[in-house]
C-alpha cells in the first residue's frame, strides 16, 4: 500500500469530483441543482471536519454502505448477498429498528460521513429508515433497489427529500435484465424511470458488469436509452464471484482499465451524467479502500463489515458508537496489516483474502455477519 498516500486527502478530492459531475448533470433541474449546490456547501463543511479529525490523528472515511434489511423479493441470478446468505426471502427479528438507524444517521452526520449508500435485501422494503434518511439533509442517499417497490407514496418522498436518489439496478435491455432478474423487472424500471422523469425527480442506474456485458454495457447506444429517460447517474459494479464456475465471469484487469479509460470518455463527452466505477481504482488509492479507508458496510443487525463483499464483524453497532466501530481489532488489523494492498481477480481483494480475514477475527469473534 502507498505510505506516501494522504488518503483523506485522495477520497476528499474524489467526493468532489462526484459533486462536480452532480451538479454538471443537474444544472437543467432547476430543484435538482439547488440542493445540489447546497449540498455541495454541506459535503465542503463534512470534509473539513474530516480533516480535522485526521490531524488528531483519527480517520474519518467519507461512505458508508447501510443494508437496512435482509429481506428481498426477487431471486437474481449470481446474487453475491443470497450466496453469502446474507439476504434472505423473510425479514429476521433481530434487525436494526427505524430509530437505531437513524442514530446511526445522526452519528454519521457529526463525524462528517457525506455519503451513505442504502442496500439490502432490497431497502425500499424499509420505508420508515428511508423516511429517516431523508431527513438528514447534509447526507446524500443513494438507494441501491430493484426498483420493484416504487410507488406514490416514494414519489413524493423524493420530491420532498431531494437526498435521497433511487439508484435502480438494470442489466442492460430486456433479454438481459429479465433474465437475471425475473419476467417483467425490466418493465417495471423503465416505467419508473419515466415517471421519475415526468416528475423532475433525479436518479441512477446500477449495472452489475462482467466479461460477457462489459462492451453492451458502456456502449453509447445502451447509455443512451438511459440517458434520454433522466438517468443521471450511472454506477458499474464489478462481478464479484462468490460461488463456485463464475470465476469467469469477473473482469480482468485489462476489462477494468477498459471501464477506467471509458468512464474518463464518457464523463467528458457526456457531462449530463455521473459515472462511477466501484470498486474503482484500486491502484491510485493505494489499494482497497474497504475496513474504513474510505468506506465500511453496516449489516442489517448492526455487525460493522469491511465491504460487502466481506460480510465478517467484530462489533455490533448496538453495542458502540459508529466512531468506535472504526477502531474496531479487525478493520485496524485490515489496515495495518497489508491485507487491503496486492493485485487481485475478481474486483475484491478481501473477498480473495476471506481466509486471512477469517484468521484475523481469531476465535472468540469467528461468528460472520455480526
Known amino acids: 500500500m502507498a505510505n506516501d498516500l494522504d488518503i483523506q486527502e485522495y477520497m476528499t478530492k474524489g467526493v468532489e469530483r462526484v459533486i462536480a459531475d452532480a451538479i454538471k448533470a443537474t444544472l437543467k433541474n432547476p430543484k435538482e441543482s439547488k440542493f445540489m449546490l447546497t449540498f455541495s456547501a454541506a459535503s465542503a463543511a463534512a470534509s473539513a471536519k474530516r480533516r480535522k479529525a485526521e490531524d488528531r490523528g483519527e480517520h474519518i472515511p467519507p461512505f458508508l454502505i447501510a443494508s437496512i434489511t435482509s429481506k428481498c423479493n426477487l431471486h437474481c441470478a449470481g446474487c453475491y448477498s443470497r450466496c453469502t446468505h446474507a439476504t434472505t426471502d423473510t425479514e429476521p427479528v433481530a434487525q436494526l429498528t427505524d430509530e437505531q438507524w437513524l442514530k446511526i444517521f445522526d452519528e454519521a452526520d457529526d463525524l462528517g460521513i457525506s455519503f451513505i449508500l442504502l442496500a439490502g435485501g432490497e431497502p425500499m422494503i424499509r420505508r420508515g ?137 464518457l464523463l467528458r463527452d457526456d457531462p449530463e451524467m455521473v459515472y462511477i466505477s466501484f470498486p474503482g481504482d484500486e491502484k491510485g488509492s493505494g489499494g482497497c479502500v474497504a475496513a474504513g479507508r474510505g468506506f465500511f458496510h453496516i449489516n442489517s443487525h448492526g455487525g ?67
Open 304 to 370: 460493522a463489515e469491511p465491504c460487502p463483499f466481506s460480510p465478517y464483524s467484530d462489533v455490533n453497532i448496538k453495542n458502540t458508537s459508529l466512531k468506535e466501530a472504526l477502531h474496531s481489532p479487525l478493520f485496524t488489523a485490515l489496515q495495518s496489516g497489508g491485507a487491503l494492498s496486492g493485485d487481485h481477480d475478481g474486483g475484491c481483494v478481501l473477498y480473495e483474502k476471506r481466509e486471512l480475514v477469517e484468521s484475523l477475527l481469531g476465535d472468540n469473534i469467528a461468528s460472520k455477519a455480526g
Open 129 to 265: 429508515v428511508i423516511s429517516a434518511a431523508g431527513t438528514k439533509k447534509n447526507i446524500l442517499f443513494p438507494i441501491f433497489t430493484n426498483g420493484t417497490f416504487m410507488d406514490e407514496k416514494y414519489f413524493e418522498l423524493f420530491d420532498r427529500c431531494r437526498n435521497l436518489i433511487p439508484i435502480m439496478s438494470i442489466e442492460g435491455e430486456r433479454d438481459a435484465t429479465d433474465t437475471r432478474r425475473g419476467e417483467g423487472v425490466y418493465d417495471r424500471l423503465i416505467k419508473n424511470m419515466d415517471e421519475l422523469y415526468r416528475r423532475g425527480l433525479i436518479f441512477g442506474a446500477s449495472v452489475t458488469v462482467t466479461r460477457e456485458n462489459v462492451r453492451k454495457v458502456t456502449s453509447d447506444d445502451f447509455l443512451k436509452t438511459l440517458s434520454v429517460r433522466g438517468c443521471k447517474a450511472v454506477i458499474f459494479v464489478e462481478f464479484v464471484p462468490v460461488t463456485e464456475g463464475s470465476e469467469d465471469l469477473a473482469p480482468t484487469e485489462a476489462e477494468r482499465e477498459y471501464i477506467a479509460k471509458e468512464i474518463a470518455r
